[in-house]
């Protein structure tokens, strides 16, 4: 089954679903979805040119601010899933925003939705800092606009 994506366009990451990701539930558990947004977010940034060595050489990362996760099915060990993401808002200043979604293309479900939002700090003091011209140019053209009814 093709994936239906909420957006154009996702950078997408293919994930196999190991036993450890397993809970008492004999599902996936919650904060394994966590971090494959994490992984997901790393993996599209580096893909851009804003790996985690270049932001060290600007002394500027973008930090979770909020993440607002909507599980929606479970997933079972030996799933195999495609979890993709979007840059859907970058304000030119302090944050950036994207969003999650998480198929099972073996049936075509969407298994999770999510935002998340993030604020650019000063990796030597972690406090808030302008988003450098570099991660303005390159998240900034990364953005995909959203319809007024998506996900």
């Not at 089954?1 to 196999?16: E, G, K, Q, R, Y």
């Not at 190991?18 to 979805?33: F, G, K, T």
Request: one cysteine or more; a negative charge; proline letters at 5%.
């Amino acid at each position: 089954m093709s994936p239906s994506w909420d957006l154009p366009d996702p950078f997408v990451l293919d994930i196999t679903v190991q036993d450890a990701a397993i809970d008492a539930y004999r599902h996936v558990n919650n904060s394994e979805y966590l971090r494959w947004v994490e992984q997901v977010s790393w993996a599209h940034s580096a893909a851009l040119g804003l790996d985690l060595a270049r932001y060290r050489e600007l002394d500027r990362a973008m930090a979770v601010h909020r993440h607002e996760l909507d599980y929606l099915a479970p997933a079972h060990a030996g799933d195999q899933l495609r979890l993709a993401t979007w840059i859907v808002e970058c304000d030119g200043r302090l944050s950036l925003t994207r969003r999650f979604q998480l198929l099972r293309p073996q049936d075509g479900r969407t298994l999770l939705r999510a935002r998340t939002r993030f604020a650019c700090i000063a990796l030597s003091s972690g406090r808030p800092k302008r988003l450098p011209d570099e991660y303005r140019d390159i998240y900034g053209s990364a953005v995909v606009a959203e319809a007024n009814d998506a996900g």
